[in-house]
């Protein structure tokens, strides 16, 4: 059995017939991310030209500031959601054929959004666990331990045969100054076959963009398309200092209507994207890696 652990930016056997697609959002830090029992973050990969596919209400997609959707001058806006799409996609030598499957992070051919629970995943179980160092009434916890995260979500999804891939991905939120901006997504990978996969890989797939509010106000989309991101709109980056592959807007998108109004002091500022949103490895568990010697 190949086991494979890491931690970055971690099972149950159920019936295809009945097991769905569920989800549950991380609300503890000022960064809000919806994680599904089928490894997708966020919401379902989207990069066409559609504007139709938004965010179901009460998830979200890496939103920051939370609570940021709205409705102004007649038009739903989906808010400061800077994730459209992410999840882990997975490839491995199974008897001879390379096998790949997505657990999120993928579309059709033209950039729509697809279903992956049932196709290439098997959703499983979905907890989340609140360890708060103050009750709801104001009393302290005594049961607070300061050791693990204030809110924990495990999801649990397994890849369709061939592939028997078990993944168990449990998420970290904090609500502490210098805390809440990030989440820690932690994946535990079992080899459940009967056989070694003597080649393959893990891929962390990420689509960032520097806000649904900032790309709907000046295109009416929120999409990685040929009319937004495309048109050197956004900048990718990478920090060599922290490790981080990172977003960015090429000016924050100033508002063009609202812009003066919105920059009057103790206003919200008249930039529509003016954060970045990024992701870095921080751990891989080495000591169960195959070596160079073990593959193909």
Partial sequence: MK???????????ISISWSQRESLTHTRSMLRQTIYNTGELGRALEGSNSTMVGLPLGTSALEWPPNSRLTLDGTLYWGQQNGQGSGLVLRALVRGVY???????ITDGSGNAIAVAGVYVIPGSITRTENFPVLSDGSLNPGYNPDEAEETIVAQYETIEPMKLAIRQTSRA?????????????YDIVNNDSID?????????NAFSPSAFGLQ?????????????????EY??????????????????PDSVYFNEWSSPGNRGGLNSPQAIGVLPLHYDYEHLQHKTQTT
């Fill in 197 to 205: 996969y003597t080649d393959g890989f893990v891929m962390s797939q």
């Fill in 174 to 186: 904090w609500s502490f100054p210098g805390y809440d901006g990030f989440i820690i997504i932690e």
């Fill in 236 to 253: 990718c980056r990478y920090s060599f200092s922290r490790l981080m592959t990172y977003v960015h807007s090429r000016d924050g998108f």
């Fill in 99 to 105: 096998e790949a499957r997505a657990c999120g992070g």
């Fill in 3 to 13: 086991h494979l652990f890491c931690l970055t930016i971690l099972f149950l056997h």
């Fill in 217 to 233: 106000r000046k295109y009416g989309v929120w999409n990685e398309s040929s009319v937004t991101s495309r048109s050197r709109e």
